[in-house]
């Protein structure tokens, strides 16, 4: 199993994202998928999640109204859509599926399958 991560890089405050995740051997149709971040010297933290069983898709407070989850457009794909970007968002994004406990966001107890990570910095 295996997920990579794709779409980071550099971008200007306000500047827009799109952030995917890929999986292999693993279908995303039938996981809960979250993305998460970890920036420098703090804790990792997710941003956002979409359920299996209903589509219902979670957004965290620190990018709620700036921040889509969706099924991609590209086969077995979850993507990130961050929009008005700021330096606060400069981490590495992973995303992660949940395969054993649960294909609600509510109900995932842990995530079983990472991506690497991608780096996004939002500067000036």
């Known amino acids: 199993v295996q997920l990579v991560e794709s779409g980071g890089g550099l971008v200007q405050p306000g500047g827009s994202l799109r952030l995917s995740c890929a999986a292999s051997?693993?279908?995303?149709?039938?996981?809960?998928v979250g993305w998460f971040r970890q920036a420098p010297g703090k804790e990792r933290e997710e941003v956002a999640c979409?359920?299996?069983?209903?589509?219902?898709?979670v957004l965290k407070d620190s990018v709620k109204g700036r921040a889509t989850i969706s099924r991609g457009d590209a086969k077995n794909t979850v993507d990130l859509q961050m929009n008005s970007l700021k330096p606060e968002d400069t981490a590495v994004y992973y995303c992660?599926?949940?395969?054993?406990?649960?294909?609600?966001?509510?109900?995932?107890?842990?995530?079983?399958?990472w991506g690497q990570g991608t780096q996004v910095t939002v500067s000036s």
């Open positions: 992660a599926a949940a395969a054993f406990s649960s294909w609600a966001c509510s109900g995932v107890v842990e995530y079983d399958y």
């Open positions: 979409i359920s299996s069983s209903d589509g219902e898709k």
């Open positions: 051997a693993i279908t995303l149709d039938y996981l809960a």
